[in-house]
């Protein structure tokens, strides 16, 4: 029998995610993926998986899982949170063996929002339309068109398991002091310049309205030019920052909509995606304006620091296993605290 | 199909948006689906994915792959030649149950304009339509061609669900809805015909550039014609072949 993972308990946002969905935007489908790429790139590069392959995200929680029939590699990388494996603390941001029937605990992140389990072998739950992931208000992918809940079981594809030493990774940090960069327009002509002024100048808060769909952000309105708030609908982005009526910005992320009938009056750079994704509700951004070829040279660096990611993982100290898992668990959150 | 100066728009590191106008036209639409079609025969490297609206052509770019401000340019160069005639779409017959509980807003409509609800289905049902783009959820078709006396806008408060299959306008658009959602628009039927289908081929029924007309079916028809729908059969009527 091949292994599997049970949920004994899990946090309502905890999702199947693979690369996402794509070549169905013209049909009005966003392709959904992992809030946090990285994150997601980084567990799978730590259990020798493909960056893309699917695992399991959660959103501001956790679960309680028990092995079946393994044993079963995993790594969770992403925001900090919490693990036990039977009882005892055990790092994140590094690979880790459970055994047939035991149990990890996650806990809710000390900081951040999304963090991704990724499992060696994958998990072998059939795709739809191309993608394992979960697009919410679709009802399309994950389990059953639906996040995990207790009972689920996950076959898990027969690992590639090897007595090779466990392996970890240096968190990339979120950058929390740092602001969030943004190229102007399409439709920053629909805003006054006292309305991008706004966006440029003021710290905004993450709204009670933040989903995989969108973060709605509170403070000073962003004020709209003559001709309204109403715009002939056309495409969006993931970063594309829409504002309604209200003159509160959103900006939206991976279940998107495809299409908007706001103005945009700009789009944070592929590459801080997951810097907006990893607020919870109550933080505070602030936005900088860069140009396109500053957002098209970070893009480029971001995706070579994933192509590279299966060859950064470094050993961890067979011996010293325990001892040191629990350490880095220390280290990883300190440093986050230090540099976010 | 001469040159109507498209504008080039910014969306990040992503994609490119190239506007050809600002209105619900469909001169304008015809020149964003014609373009679409030029993009696909270019095939330029560097392109993910387009989506076509009423007035503009978004274009969805692997920024590793080419350099978005040089895409942009050449996808300029592409939109300012000639550009062939959009493609003779599909023509669709979708059936309609209008009014009542699958209609809820047909009264008021009907009352706004001073029409009776028999005249604003008539109205409703005359033009062939065509779909001007896919959007918003999986499957949403919003068309061009609505009578313009019936043109109406949003309601003031949306309504946090509207049923799968809802058949609706807001200002001068109509809207075939696939799946529940909120919705500010009014709701003046309801079709079986699933627009979004996984596991059926084709998943998605309806394409930018396809026509589509409405046919009036009786409310007892319902049953039957959904579960058909739900089953997998289109339900919608092939006009055209």
């Known amino acids: 029998m091949n292994a599997a993972l049970v949920v004994i308990a899990c946090g309502a946002a905890t999702t199947l995610q693979d690369g996402g969905r794509r070549g169905y935007l013209r049909y009005g489908l966003s392709a959904s993926g992992p809030m946090d790429r990285l994150a997601h790139a980084a567990a799978n590069a730590l259990v020798g998986n493909p960056v893309d392959a699917p695992a399991i995200e959660f959103g501001l929680g956790g679960g309680r899982f028990r092995i079946e029939g393994g044993p079963v590699r995993l790594a969770l990388a992403g925001a900090p949170c919490p693990m036990r494996r039977d009882g005892e603390p055990v790092a994140h941001h590094r690979s ?3 055994r047939e029937g035991s149990e990890l605990s996650i806990d809710r992140p000390c900081q951040g929002v999304f963090a991704t389990l990724a499992l060696a072998g994958g ?3 059939a795709g739809v339309m191309g993608s394992v992931s979960l697009h919410f208000r679709a009802a399309l992918g994950g389990l059953d068109g639906r996040p995990l809940r207790a009972g689920d079981r996950l076959p898990l594809r027969p690992p590639p398991l090897s007595g090779e030493a466990e392996r970890c990774l240096d968190p990339v940090p979120v950058e929390r002091d740092r602001p969030i960069r943004i190229v102007l327009g399409p439709q920053e002509d629909r805003f006054t310049k006292g309305g991008i002024d ?16 969108g973060y709605q952000f509170d403070g000073p309105e962003i004020e709209h030019g003559g001709d309204g708030f109403n715009i002939v609908s056309d495409g969006t982005v993931a970063g594309s920052i829409q504002v309604p009526g209200s003159g509160r910005p959103i900006v939206l992320l991976a279940d998107r909509q495809t299409t908007g009938g706001y103005p945009k009056i700009a789009t944070v750079i592929s590459a801080d ?4 994704a990893q607020r919870r509700p109550g933080e505070t951004v602030r936005f900088e304006a860069v140009s396109l070829q500053e957002a098209v040279r970070l893009a480029r660096e971001r995706a070579a620091v994933i192509a590279a990611l299966p060859t950064l993982p470094k050993p961890v100290a067979g011996e010293a296993d325990r001892l040191l898992g629990a350490n880095l668990a220390g280290n990883a959150v300190d440093a986050l605290d230090e540099q976010d | 199909m001469t040159c109507r100066h498209p504008r080039l728009l910014t969306c990040g590191d992503t994609a490119i948006t190239i506007e050809f106008g600002d209105a619900i036209d469909a001169g304008l639409n015809a020149a964003v689906l014609a373009l679409d079609a030029r ?15 009423y007035r503009s052509l978004t274009v969805h770019c692997d920024p590793v792959a080419a350099d978005p401000a040089e895409l942009a340019q050449a996808i300029l160069r592409l939109a300012c030649s000639d550009l062939p005639s959009p493609r003779a779409g599909r023509i669709w017959r979708i059936p309609v149950v209008y009014g ?3 209609g809820v807003d047909l009264g008021a409509v009907a009352k706004h304009h001073g029409l009776s609800p028999d005249a604003v289905i008539a109205r409703h049902v005359e033009p062939e339509y065509r779909v001007a783009m896919l959007g918003f959820l999986p499957g949403y078709a919003y068309l061009s061609g609505l009578d313009p006396a019936l043109a109406l806008s949003r309601r003031p408060a949306s309504r946090p669900t509207t049923p799968a299959g809802t058949i609706s306008i807001g200002g001068a658009q109509a809207l075939v809805a696939s799946i529940a959602a909120p919705s500010g628009w009014h709701l003046l039927g309801r079709t079986p015909v699933r627009s979004f289908m996984p596991g059926r081929d084709p998943i998605f029924l309806l394409e930018p ?5 409405f046919e009036p079916v009786d409310p007892g028809r319902w049953d039957a014609l959904d579960r058909a729908a739900a089953a997998g059969e289109l339900v919608a009527e092939r006009l055209d072949a």
């Open chain 1, 198 to 213: 706004t966006l440029l100048n003021a710290a905004f808060t993450v709204s009670n309205r933040a989903d995989r769909m």
């Open chain 2, 209 to 213: 550039g396809d026509g589509v007309c």
């Open chain 2, 39 to 53: 993009l696909a025969e270019a095939a330029l490297p560097g392109v993910v994915e387009t989506v076509p609206t």
């Open chain 2, 100 to 102: 009542g509980e699958f």
């Open chain 1, 123 to 125: 998990i072998a739950v």
């Open chain 1, 96 to 98: 880790l063996v459970l």
């Open chain 1, 273 to 276: 995606l997951r810097r907006v």
